[in-house]
């Protein structure tokens, strides 16, 4: 079956300092790939996609994620972050055109001042 | 414009009632999909509509659980003689066609006591 691997259930970084939020999936003959993040109280909101083209997908928010297909990941970075991008954060999958889009576990992300 | 909407926000419902739980998705959009969040874990797939056709209900745990969407606009998600183990975060998302953003609605927690 296939899956969406996010390594680390919480991320603890100082403001203004870089993330990376990592993501793995099982692998397949194509992909498509997601970020959605969820603020407390609200539904998933999308960051940004991979469906084709450029591997580096830059998303809102200052959010981008790099598709790297020999390593099967596709890890969320952003330079800078600030106490408004506490949240959690959901890798997902659709491992073929026609299936269903898999999440991952999540990965809260909490900022310190 | 108007995002998807779910109702109600919040239910409790005492074990072996039966719930109903409504969501209104964007206007235009084709494609329809329930979701089961339970705590500390991401979205798990239930049951996916295009228009009012059930296309796939794969995800749906038991025959206690039956979706519709009569008219191809608002769906309704029941779940009959509810248990403990239903209690969670049911989120509905609409989308353009099956692989384009899904767009969340803020989901409905269901408290089975």
């Known amino acids: 079956a296939q899956s969406v691997t996010q390594l680390d259930s919480q991320v603890p970084v100082f403001e203004e300092a870089p993330v990376e939020l990592r993501c793995n999936y099982s692998s397949s003959v194509s992909v498509y790939l997601f970020w959605y993040v969820q603020y407390p109280n609200q539904g998933l909101q999308l960051l940004l996609k991979y469906l084709s083209g450029s591997t580096l997908v830059k998303g809102i928010n200052g959010f981008e994620a790099e598709f790297n297909k020999s390593q099967t990941s596709f890890h969320l970075r952003k330079p800078s972050v600030h106490i408004s991008d506490t949240a959690e954060y959901f890798c997902a999958v659709i491992p073929n055109r026609d299936d269903k889009i898999i999440f991952g576990k999540g990965t809260r992300l909490h900022i310190l001042p | 414009g108007a995002g998807v909407s779910q109702s109600p926000r919040y239910k409790v419902a005492k074990r072996g009632q039966d719930v109903a739980l409504r969501c209104d998705p964007i206007?235009?959009?084709?494609?329809l999909f329930w979701y089961q969040q339970a705590l500390g874990q991401g979205p798990e797939f239930l049951t996916y509509?295009?228009?009012?056709?059930?296309?796939?209900k794969s995800g749906l745990p038991s025959d206690r659980f039956f979706a519709e969407r009569p008219e191809g606009s608002v769906s309704t998600l029941k779940i009959q003689r509810t248990q403990q183990e239903d209690s969670a975060v049911y989120l509905c998302a609409s989308s353009l066609d099956r692989t384009d953003t899904q767009y969340f609605g803020p989901g409905t927690r269901l408290t089975v006591l």
């Open positions: 509509f295009q228009n009012e056709a059930q296309l796939d």
């Open positions: 206007s235009g959009h084709v494609s």
